[in-house]
């Protein structure tokens, strides 16, 4: 089975650049994550999704950061104007249920890198 | 705020060594707590924990769970360089969101 993917595996840029980040989740999964890990504060929970419709935002770091479903099988994570300190590794990850009722299945990360 | 804790931060062992990773949480509507294992790219999934007082195990590693004192343990008999990874403690405050740990780094020398 295809777990979740991700687009592109890494991405460097320049500063006020405008940064596109793809995930596909597993097929029948209704539930899809973004994360965002740093050395600095760990794995943080940006914005989660359940059947497409945004769920809780509140993780998004600011305006600057959105991210949207259009449908089951695609979301996309922008960022518009980026900056330096947005540099991490972003992961997507999908479940079948909320929460922890069912383990998250993460895809492989962007490595994204601001100049 | 709802917070979970790991500890340690990081840890160095022996093969062959057995290793106890603790994670304790404060969240206002418990779910679930969760363990995950990162090597080099994305976590993976390890068990989940629900009820307390009921250990899950898997080949060398188990876990369990103690809702009354708000901590989970993970453990790992006979450790092996394979089981370097960065060890992750996530909790659900049901369906809020996940709350994850800072992550136990361990390393298992040869």
């Known amino acids: 089975d295809a777990g979740v993917i991700q687009s592109p595996r890494h991405e460097v840029t320049e500063m006020g650049q405008e940064v596109t980040l793809r995930c596909k989740p597993i097929s029948g999964h209704d539930y899809l994550f973004w994360y965002r890990q740093t050395m600095m504060r760990g794995l943080e929970l940006l914005i989660y999704f359940n059947n497409n419709v945004p769920i809780d935002d509140s993780g998004m770091p600011e305006d600057r950061f959105s991210a949207k479903m259009p449908n089951a099988s695609f979301s996309t994570l922008k960022i518009q104007p980026s900056e330096p300190r947005d540099s991490a590794v972003y992961f997507c990850?999908?479940?079948f249920g909320g929460g922890g009722n069912q383990p998250q299945h993460f895809g492989d990360g962007t490595r994204l890198s601001i100049l | 705020e709802d917070k979970v804790v790991q500890s340690p931060l990081s840890l160095v062992v022996h093969e062959g060594d057995t290793v106890t990773l603790n994670c304790s949480y404060e969240v206002t509507n418990f779910r679930s707590l969760l363990w995950y294992k990162q090597e080099k790219k994305a976590p993976t999934f390890l068990f989940m924990l629900?009820?307390?007082?009921i250990e899950k195990k898997s080949g060398r590693l188990s876990s369990i769970l103690d809702k009354k004192e708000l901590f989970s343990i993970l453990n790992i008999t006979a450790t092996q360089t394979g089981d370097s990874a960065i060890y992750l403690c996530?909790?659900?405050?049901?369906?809020?969101?996940?709350?994850f740990g800072p992550g136990t780094r361990l390393s298992v020398l040869p």
């Open positions: 996530a909790v659900d405050n049901y369906g809020q969101n996940f709350v």
């Open positions: 629900t009820s307390s007082g």
């Open positions: 990850a999908s479940s």
